[in-house]
């Protein structure tokens, strides 16, 4: 460390720096920025419509041309990105709702990169919300047990990032956990010229609760067991930093922590052992515990918002990934 001026004199009184807020903001070690904030979305096929989801206060499914009305209005207050789930009218075993060219999210991503050209558009890339089993896999079911198989999987996960990349996505952010899936992908995109896509990976994405009103939100529960066999274990640090390792070898861009806030420790070696753009997405369960609470008047929202985001920008995020994204720049507008 260096503090050798502790002990020392003369006598090193932190609260000289503390005294107003300009020289607090002076020396100021973190800071959140607007340009650092990533707006997830959900959308259905519809119109003009707007399904409030129980378990996180305004956040919603919307119709595209609401999506689009709700992306326009985060763009303005200057959130720079959405990341994109859809939720399809169908579901079957083999989620062809996930690459079909005229499915939830291509349609969506073709009217943001018409109406919205300068906003990032990421797509979560993923197959659950397209299985009617809800699994991040294919599965194969054998006597009384089920097992999601990992190879077949990235075929089809490397053509729905495809698809997503035909449709205009700026990023694609795969998210299924299966080994191998950023090789594919990257194969991929490259092979139909999309060389220059890049791939956001949930690369440290841990099997956790934290979720729980999310498979509300994207209704992608699944229908019998859980993710256990191909999401992290949440005890697993140096896991982590494996998971990571593979996803920058494969080709990942940016890598990501999810949850956040449950595993700053996680976003703290990731940045500091690879120096990449490191992502760390808020989860569901981030939020609604504190709209939650902040309901029952217990909590200030924006303050206690606000201070997690800098926690994980101080852990070593440089992405922030939070349905609070349009909050926070109003706030961090209006100081
Ligand atoms: C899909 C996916 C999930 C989340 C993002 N992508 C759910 C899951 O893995 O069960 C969770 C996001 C959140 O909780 O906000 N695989």
New binding site residues.
């Given amino acids: 460390m260096n503090s050798p001026v502790i002990g020392q004199f003369p006598a090193y009184r932190p609260r000289r720096l503390r005294q107003t807020p300009a020289l607090r903001r002076l020396v100021s070690e973190t800071r959140l920025n607007v340009a650092q904030l990533v707006l997830?979305l959900f959308a259905r096929s519809g119109r003009k419509l707007r399904r409030p989801i129980a378990a996180m206060p305004e956040v919603c499914q919307f119709s595209p041309d609401e999506l689009l009305r709700e992306a326009a209005q985060a763009h303005e207050l200057g959130v720079p990105a959405v990341l994109l789930f859809g939720i399809p009218d169908t579901k079957d075993d083999r989620a062809s709702g996930a690459y079909a060219q005229n499915g939830i999210v291509q349609r969506v991503v073709r009217s943001l990169k018409k109406e919205l050209p300068e906003l990032l558009v990421i797509t979560?890339v993923?197959l659950?919300e397209y299985m009617e089993h809800g699994h991040?896999g294919l599965v194969q079911r054998a006597a009384g047990n089920a097992r999601i198989l990992n190879d077949p999987t990235l075929k089809l996960l490397a053509r729905t990032a495809a698809s997503h990349a035909e449709a205009g996505a700026d990023l694609v952010a795969p998210?299924?956990m299966m080994d191998g899936r950023v090789r594919a992908i990257r194969q991929e995109l490259d092979r139909l010229g999309f060389t220059e896509t890049p791939i956001m990976a949930y690369a440290a994405k841990f099997a956790s609760a934290?979720?729980g009103?999310?498979?509300e939100a994207?209704e992608?529960a699944p229908q019998f067991g859980d993710?256990r066999s191909y999401?992290m274990d949440a005890a697993n640090a140096n896991e982590a930093l494996r998971e990571v390792a593979l996803d920058i070898q494969e080709g990942a861009d940016i890598v990501m922590v999810k949850p956040a806030l449950a595993y700053l420790d996680i976003v703290y070696q990731v940045k500091a052992a690879f120096g990449y753009p490191t992502a760390a997405?808020s989860?569901?369960?981030e939020y609604s515990m504190i709209k939650a609470a902040a309901a029952n008047g217990w909590v200030d929202e924006k303050a206690l918002t606000l201070e997690s985001l800098l926690a994980m920008r101080r852990a070593g995020a440089d992405i922030l990934i939070t349905y609070h994204a349009a909050d926070v720049a109003r706030w961090l507008k209006t100081g």
């Fill in positions: 997830p979560d993923c659950c991040c998210s299924d934290f979720y009103p999310f498979r994207a992608s993710r999401q997405y989860v569901s369960a």
